[in-house]
Structure formats: structure tokens, C-alpha cells
């Protein structure tokens, strides 16, 4: 179970937007992220951070907001994110997400996200 201190630690690099390094620092090695149910999930951190490198090298700049309370209960943390991102090609998205993630001990083992595909629409 993690530590309240733990998950605001990773909380804090994500709002930064150190998002890759937050991955390497709290995530298993086994890692698995899924997006709403309609991919196979990602498996292993190694993975995981260079598709987050990829996302971040086509923006050229990132906005995270958590918005409060993050949820903790035993293994199972839920964290309300707002990203804006403005990519290089000039197009914008807004994602508001729910990330449900399952800790073992001190990092992140199972993630999934949970948001309306639309707003994978950009918009400029």
C-alpha cells in the first residue's frame, strides 16, 4: 500500500511535467497501463516510458493538473487529471481523465485511464 507521501511525491513530478521521469521513478518493472478498455494494455516500464517520451516529443507544450482529493484505499489510488496540450503541428487537445492505478507497495504495478475518446479531437 502506499504512502500518502508516496503518491503526492508522484503526484508533484507529474504536475511538472516530468512525466516520463515519474514513470521511472514510481512505476514496477512489470508495469501495465491501458487505455479505456479499447487498447491491450502496455506492458513494461521500459515501454511505457518511451511511449511517454514519444507523446511528449510531438508536444511543444504540456499543462497536467490533479485535480483534488486523490483517492486512496489499500492498493488502489484514483487521481483526477486535466491535461492541456499544445503539439507542434499547432493543434491542441484538452483530456480530462480519471487514472486508476493498483500500487504494490511503493510504485504503481496496473494503471488505467478512463476519459471520452472525443477529446482526442485537437482543436486549434
Not at 59 to 88: M, N, S, Y
Request: hydrophobic letters at 40%.
Amino acid at each position: 500500500m502506499p504512502s500518502r507521501e508516496t503518491v503526492e511525491a508522484f503526484v508533484a513530478m507529474v504536475e511538472s511535467n516530468q512525466h516520463d521521469l515519474a514513470i521511472e521513478r514510481f512505476y514496477t518493472e512489470d508495469a501495465s497501463m491501458q487505455e479505456n478498455l479499447t487498447e491491450p494494455p502496455r506492458q513494461g516500464r521500459d515501454r511505457l516510458v518511451a511511449h511517454e517520451r514519444a507523446v511528449l516529443a510531438r508536444a511543444a507544450t504540456v499543462q497536467t493538473e490533479c485535480v483534488r482529493p486523490v483517492l486512496i484505499e489499500g492498493d488502489t489510488v484514483v487521481i483526477h487529471w486535466v491535461f492541456h496540450f499544445a503539439f507542434k503541428d499547432g493543434s491542441k487537445r484538452r483530456i480530462e481523465e480519471l487514472a486508476h492505478q493498483t500500487w504494490q507497495g511503493e510504485k504503481v504495478w496496473r494503471e488505467r485511464f478512463y476519459y471520452d475518446p472525443a477529446q482526442m479531437k485537437a482543436y486549434v
